[in-house]
């Protein structure tokens, strides 16, 4: 008898769930978020439709706030892939030079909320991977592997379809559109012990190296580029940090560490008690009940 | 921190290794398996307390979760100024304000030897479907019982619902023992207590586990201090050894539903899909079901390099060496030990919608990778949850569960339940909401659907349409009472008569007085009704006549199964669309006054919804239109259309 490994168990579901999707919907896209989480996801598409490419398009909802890492590593897996990549920008957020500085939350509900909306709206998509993980927050230990929006992109708590076996019911009325989430059953080490065992290229700042910060607000940000308008008194620092995740660099805190290789980042992550969203600024609105909120408004 | 019991016993990870060889510690945690487990009780058993403190000792809490759980714990907490685990899996908003759980919420935590999934899923009676749910995918069952009260009537539904969806692991973990003392007699009480009930239903194995969920006992090491009488492994410790079957899915023949036809360019055609059983290898004999086809495997694809073998479990794209028909909803199997195909099946059926099952109505049925449509039969008995009793019942309200025939509109490949959880398991779909309203577990095919083979007919429908010389079709008018289709298939019928056409007409009078005058007005009559209407329909399109029918047939969906059973382009939708208002002011039969006035139940457009006709063919609008005006225009259309040259 062959046995199976947990990581083995979950790559063949999350292909199954793949495969479901491209079997039903009309017209499905992956979002991709250039993090650890859309890399696995990426990854595990080619294995899904080897020798084919995926038969799907990468989407990019961009908020031009990124760290430059992230847009270059971006370019070259979608080449890689041999998918085409969409990035969208939502034109009135561009318009009027909406940023994490001035904005606030706005900024989020334009570029992220709004941005992914009316993306899907524009290329009429049916259904959207996204990488997101039960493990991460609360709400999401509740949703289910295909979630549905209605026409608004509304999310029913109260009203998901019971996902029995490994059967999705992909069906849907006209307006109605899907997001999957072929990660929902993988944790943080999953997915890194997954990126080191099939070698998957991650962006760089996920390992330490010196690079240029400030403190602001209890968060630890990284200086990437002359947009980040300096208070009085602030000054860059050279630090030795990482990222335990990756968003838009003004609002995604580092952490400070040595750890430069994978197995390094591994350890620290093990040893430490912090968890991985605590460094984005997202969640600490509305109190607890900040993502479930968030999803309801249609955010991913 | 200080009001929190601590586990005596350590946490599950080895921090030494982790700080010391990193890489040892991935290495072994790369090798681990997996075992995903559903934790039943409710609220008061403390589940969500057992499974805040699995993630709390596997370390899966970290320092600002805890923050956040200590400040809820002492807002909303349960626990007095302890920590309340609960708050730390209670997921959604309305559910904390309300103090329980109302979904199917996934956990993860991973010990040195395996990972887990944890389904926690609500216990009472109305969430039965959530918890059939979680248990779908599980190996192993926790059966949660308060020490201070027993085997209770829920314990009994949960020992029922885990066994009835195949878990064949079954753990009696029987909470709270520090609020009884620890006492062994309560314990061995409990167990005697739930043996008997276990047997009853054909539980032939179970585990036994003394606990505190709340004070950490026999959590991660046993016996705890508290039970030295107990000599049986601690919770963690039969989680981490529990032999899954793994095993046992590897040793039987093969079976993979095709998924997804893999085909980039013209020299490359894979077939894609999850192997539910069995093992598969290069030169292996496969056989392509339904069909029949047999050929080899002649690859087994995947990104890094071909596979020598791959095993149940794996998702994988096989080639064969002959250009055979298979695609998705085919199942390639054994060539020796092939799965059979059948279309009509005894079912246990879980009902999963506010809307009950509507007998004869027809429903996606979604078996691994086939959808068709199915029907559902009145339910041959109910099973009461509580008391596992056997009702008689009509239909099935939500969390009803039967036994029922199901039948579909074609064969499908299938295994019983019994044997393969991928093959034997479906789903029920609504098909004008597209909710997932039920799920089923296939007990056997049905002897009669099994045996009754197709009588090749020499003299086929072709033959009898080519000697009229015409076109079969069926013209279905529908509409309100009073409407005035029967006045324009009159018309229709004579006009087509006069052109030389052989036809019939079917209409209220002469099919409720004879082959449906046992049939009343309820939903489920009306729906028998049109299910009878559309089979002769289809045996007379089949002798080669153009049908005419006249029925109200107010719900959608029956009118689309009449159109499914007809070939393509011959079942023609003619709308026969007048406003209420008009209908009821014309009530040529003074039927519309003894609805108004209570005399008449069930009348359609007034205590029955009419379902308009989303896209039909013809839309009459007999305000607008005269009779012989409609009827000259469909006989054109006809006509003009379908009939072919002579």
């Given at each position: 008898?062959?046995?199976?490994?947990?990581?083995?168990?979950?790559?063949?579901?999350?292909?199954?769930?793949?495969?479901?999707?491209?079997?039903?919907?009309?017209?499905?896209?992956?979002?991709?978020?250039?993090?650890?989480?859309?890399?696995?996801?990426?990854?595990?598409?080619?294995?899904?439709?080897?020798?084919?490419?995926?038969?799907?398009?990468?989407?990019?909802?961009?908020?031009?706030?990124?760290?430059?890492?992230?847009?270059?590593?971006?370019?070259?897996?979608?080449?890689?892939?041999?998918?085409?990549?969409?990035?969208?920008?939502?034109?009135?957020?561009?318009?009027?030079?909406?940023?994490?500085?001035?904005?606030?939350?706005?900024?989020?509900?334009?570029?992220?909320?709004?941005?992914?909306?009316?993306?899907?709206?524009?290329?009429?998509?049916?259904?959207?991977?996204?990488?997101?993980?039960?493990?991460?927050?609360?709400?999401?230990?509740?949703?289910?592997?295909?979630?549905?929006?209605?026409?608004?992109?509304?999310?029913?708590?109260?009203?998901?379809?019971?996902?029995?076996?490994?059967?999705?019911?992909?069906?849907?009325?006209?307006?109605?559109?899907?997001?999957?989430?072929?990660?929902?059953?993988?944790?943080?080490?999953?997915?890194?012990?997954?990126?080191?065992?099939?070698?998957?290229?991650?962006?760089?700042?996920?390992?330490?190296?010196?690079?240029?910060?400030?403190?602001?607000?209890?968060?630890?940000?990284?200086?990437?580029?002359?947009?980040?308008?300096?208070?009085?008194?602030?000054?860059?620092?050279?630090?030795?940090?990482?990222?335990?995740?990756?968003?838009?660099?003004?609002?995604?805190?580092?952490?400070?560490?040595?750890?430069?290789?994978?197995?390094?980042?591994?350890?620290?992550?093990?040893?430490?008690?912090?968890?991985?969203?605590?460094?984005?600024?997202?969640?600490?609105?509305?109190?607890?009940?900040?993502?479930?909120?968030?999803?309801?408004?249609?955010?991913? | 921190?200080?009001?929190?019991?601590?586990?005596?016993?350590?946490?599950?990870?080895?921090?030494?290794?982790?700080?010391?060889?990193?890489?040892?510690?991935?290495?072994?945690?790369?090798?681990?398996?997996?075992?995903?487990?559903?934790?039943?009780?409710?609220?008061?058993?403390?589940?969500?307390?057992?499974?805040?403190?699995?993630?709390?000792?596997?370390?899966?809490?970290?320092?600002?979760?805890?923050?956040?759980?200590?400040?809820?714990?002492?807002?909303?907490?349960?626990?007095?100024?302890?920590?309340?685990?609960?708050?730390?899996?209670?997921?959604?908003?309305?559910?904390?304000?309300?103090?329980?759980?109302?979904?199917?919420?996934?956990?993860?935590?991973?010990?040195?030897?395996?990972?887990?999934?944890?389904?926690?899923?609500?216990?009472?009676?109305?969430?039965?479907?959530?918890?059939?749910?979680?248990?779908?995918?599980?190996?192993?069952?926790?059966?949660?019982?308060?020490?201070?009260?027993?085997?209770?009537?829920?314990?009994?539904?949960?020992?029922?619902?885990?066994?009835?969806?195949?878990?064949?692991?079954?753990?009696?973990?029987?909470?709270?023992?520090?609020?009884?003392?620890?006492?062994?007699?309560?314990?061995?009480?409990?167990v005697a207590d739930y043996a008997a009930f276990a047997k009853e239903i054909?539980?032939?194995?179970?585990?036994?586990?003394?606990?505190?969920?709340?004070?950490?006992?026999?959590?991660?090491?046993?016996?705890?201090?508290?039970?030295?009488?107990?000599?049986?492994?601690?919770?963690?410790?039969?989680?981490?050894?529990?032999?899954?079957?793994?095993?046992?899915?590897?040793?039987?023949?093969?079976?993979?539903?095709?998924?997804?036809?893999?085909?980039?360019?013209?020299?490359?055609?894979?077939?894609?899909?999850?192997?539910?059983?069995?093992?598969?290898?290069?030169?292996?004999?496969?056989?392509?079901?339904?069909?029949?086809?047999?050929?080899?495997?002649?690859?087994?694809?995947?990104?890094?390099?071909?596979?020598?073998?791959?095993?149940?479990?794996?998702?994988?794209?096989?080639?064969?060496?002959?250009?055979?028909?298979?695609?998705?909803?085919?199942?390639?199997?054994?060539?020796?030990?092939?799965?059979?195909?059948?279309?009509?099946?005894?079912?246990?059926?879980?009902?999963?919608?506010?809307?009950?099952?509507?007998?004869?109505?027809?429903?996606?049925?979604?078996?691994?990778?086939?959808?068709?449509?199915?029907?559902?039969?009145?339910?041959?008995?109910?099973?009461?949850?509580?008391?596992?009793?056997?009702?008689?019942?009509?239909?099935?309200g939500l969390n009803g569960i039967g036994v029922c025939e199901v039948t579909?509109?074609?064969?499908?490949?299938?295994?019983?339940?019994?044997?393969?959880?991928?093959?034997?398991?479906?789903?029920?779909?609504?098909?004008?909401?597209?909710?997932?309203?039920?799920?089923?577990?296939?007990?056997?095919?049905?002897?009669?659907?099994?045996?009754?083979?197709?009588?090749?007919?020499?003299?086929?429908?072709?033959?009898?349409?080519?000697?009229?010389?015409?076109?079969?079709?069926?013209?279905?008018?529908?509409?309100?009472?009073?409407?005035?289709?029967?006045?324009?298939?009159?018309?229709?019928?004579?006009?087509?008569?006069?052109?030389?056409?052989?036809?019939f007409l079917l209409d209220g009078d002469n099919v409720r007085h004879g082959?449906?005058?046992?049939?009343?007005?309820?939903?489920?009559?009306?729906?028998?009704?049109?299910?009878?209407?559309?089979?002769?329909?289809?045996?007379?399109?089949?002798?080669?006549?153009?049908?005419?029918?006249?029925?109200?047939?107010?719900?959608?969906?029956?009118?689309?199964?009449?159109?499914?059973?007809?070939?393509?382009?011959?079942?023609?939708?003619?709308?026969?669309?007048?406003?209420?208002?008009?209908?009821?002011?014309?009530?040529?039969?003074?039927?519309?006054?003894?609805?108004?006035?209570?005399?008449?139940?069930?009348?359609?457009?007034?205590?029955?919804?009419?379902?308009?006709?989303?896209?039909?063919?013809?839309?009459?609008?007999?305000?607008?239109?005269?009779?012989?005006?409609?009827?000259?225009?469909?006989?054109?259309?006809?006509?003009?259309?379908?009939?072919?040259?002579?």
């Amino acid at each position: 008898m062959q046995r199976l490994t947990h990581l083995d168990r979950l790559e063949a579901e999350s292909i199954h769930i793949m495969r479901e999707v491209v079997a039903e919907a009309t017209n499905p896209v992956m979002l991709y978020s250039v993090g650890k989480d859309s890399a696995v996801m990426l990854h595990l598409a080619r294995k899904a439709f080897y020798p084919a490419p995926p038969p799907f398009p990468l989407l990019h909802v961009d908020t031009t706030w990124k760290f430059r890492d992230m847009y270059a590593l971006r370019d070259k897996a979608a080449k890689a892939a041999g998918m085409e990549l969409l990035v969208y920008q939502n034109p009135e957020a561009v318009e009027r030079g909406i940023n994490p500085f001035d904005h606030g939350p706005l900024h989020t509900d334009m570029w992220k909320t709004d941005g992914l909306k009316q993306a899907l709206d524009k290329w009429q998509f049916d259904a959207a991977f996204g990488g997101a993980r039960r493990d991460e927050e609360k709400s999401r230990a509740k949703e289910r592997i295909f979630s549905f929006r209605t026409a608004t992109h509304g999310w029913d708590p109260k009203n998901q379809r019971p996902e029995l076996w490994n059967l999705y019911n992909a069906r849907k009325n006209k307006g109605e559109s899907i997001r999957v989430f072929p990660l929902s059953n993988w944790t943080e080490l999953d997915i890194w012990q997954y990126i080191m065992k099939e070698g998957i290229e991650i962006v760089p700042l996920y390992m330490a190296a010196p690079r240029p910060t400030v403190e602001r607000d209890g968060l630890l940000l990284m200086v990437d580029d002359d947009r980040f308008p300096l208070r009085p008194g602030e000054e860059p620092v050279m630090r030795s940090i990482r990222f335990r995740t990756l968003g838009c660099y003004p609002l995604t805190g580092a952490v400070e560490s040595t750890a430069a290789t994978l197995s390094e980042v591994v350890q620290e992550m093990l040893l430490t008690t912090t968890s991985e969203r605590q460094g984005r600024a997202i969640d600490k609105d509305a109190g607890g009940a900040g993502m479930e909120k968030k999803k309801q408004e249609g955010y991913f | 921190m200080t009001e929190m019991p601590t586990t005596p016993d350590v946490a599950y990870k080895v921090d030494a290794l982790i700080a010391e060889d990193i890489d040892s510690y991935l290495d072994l945690h790369q090798n681990k398996g997996l075992l995903r487990f559903i934790t039943c009780g409710s609220v008061d058993d403390g589940k969500s307390t057992l499974i805040g403190r699995l993630l709390y000792d596997s370390k899966m809490i970290f320092e600002d979760q805890l923050a956040a759980l200590e400040a809820d714990s002492a807002r909303v907490g349960t626990q007095g100024k302890a920590i309340d685990f609960a708050l730390l899996v209670d997921g959604l908003a309305a559910e904390r304000e309300q103090g329980i759980t109302i979904d199917v919420a996934y956990r993860f935590f991973a010990t040195e030897k395996r990972k887990f999934i944890v389904a926690d899923t609500p216990g009472h009676e109305q969430y039965t479907r959530n918890m059939v749910t979680g248990a779908s995918t599980a190996d192993l069952a926790v059966i949660l019982i308060d020490a201070r009260k027993g085997v209770l009537v829920q314990t009994r539904r949960h020992s029922f619902l885990a066994h009835l969806i195949g878990i064949r692991h079954l753990v009696l973990a029987v909470n709270k023992m520090d609020l009884v003392d620890y006492s062994q007699e309560v314990f061995d009480g409990i167990v005697a207590d739930y043996a008997a009930f276990a047997k009853e239903i054909g539980i032939e194995q179970f585990t036994p586990i003394p606990i505190s969920g709340f004070m950490g006992d026999n959590i991660t090491a046993a016996p705890s201090a508290n039970t030295p009488w107990y000599t049986g492994p601690s919770l963690i410790d039969h989680l981490e050894t529990v032999e899954i079957e793994g095993a046992a899915a590897q040793a039987r023949p093969l079976r993979m539903p095709v998924q997804w036809v893999n085909r980039p360019n013209l020299d490359f055609r894979g077939f894609s899909g999850l192997i539910s059983e069995g093992t598969v290898k290069p030169g292996d004999a496969v056989r392509v079901i339904p069909s029949g086809k047999t050929s080899t495997i002649k690859s087994i694809v995947t990104m890094g390099a071909d596979l020598d073998e791959a095993v149940a479990g794996q998702s994988v794209t096989l080639t064969l060496t002959d250009e055979i028909d298979c695609s998705r909803g085919d199942v390639i199997a054994a060539a020796e030990a092939p799965p059979q195909a059948a279309d009509q099946f005894e079912a246990t059926v879980v009902w999963m919608s506010d809307e009950a099952l509507i007998p004869g109505r027809g429903y996606w049925l979604k078996l691994a990778t086939q959808t068709v449509s199915a029907t559902v039969a009145q339910p041959k008995y109910e099973i009461d949850v509580n008391s596992l009793e056997h009702l008689a019942a009509k239909t099935l309200g939500l969390n009803g569960i039967g036994v029922c025939e199901v039948t579909t509109d074609r064969p499908i490949v299938f295994e019983p339940y019994a044997d393969s959880r991928a093959l034997g398991g479906f789903i029920l779909i609504d098909k004008l909401t597209n909710a997932t309203v039920g799920a089923g577990m296939i007990h056997f095919s049905l002897r009669r659907a099994q045996n009754v083979h197709w009588q090749a007919l020499e003299v086929g429908r072709q033959a009898h349409a080519a000697l009229k010389g015409q076109q079969p079709a069926v013209l279905w008018f529908t509409g309100l009472s009073g409407s005035g289709k029967s006045t324009i298939a009159n018309l229709v019928e004579k006009k087509l008569h006069a052109a030389g056409r052989h036809t019939f007409l079917l209409d209220g009078d002469n099919v409720r007085h004879g082959l449906n005058k046992d049939l009343g007005f309820t939903e489920t009559d009306r729906i028998e009704n049109i299910r009878r209407v559309g089979e002769v329909t289809k045996l007379m399109s089949d002798a080669g006549l153009i049908v005419l029918t006249a029925f109200i047939s107010p719900f959608r969906a029956e009118r689309e199964m009449v159109r499914a059973m007809l070939p393509a382009g011959e079942f023609i939708e003619i709308f026969v669309d007048t406003p209420l208002e008009v209908a009821e002011s014309r009530d040529v039969k003074g039927l519309y006054r003894k609805a108004r006035e209570g005399e008449l139940k069930n009348f359609t457009g007034i205590d029955s919804p009419y379902e308009r006709p989303e896209a039909p063919e013809i839309r009459i609008d007999t305000t607008r239109t005269s009779p012989e005006a409609a009827a000259e225009l469909i006989v054109e259309r006809l006509l003009g259309q379908w009939v072919p040259e002579l």
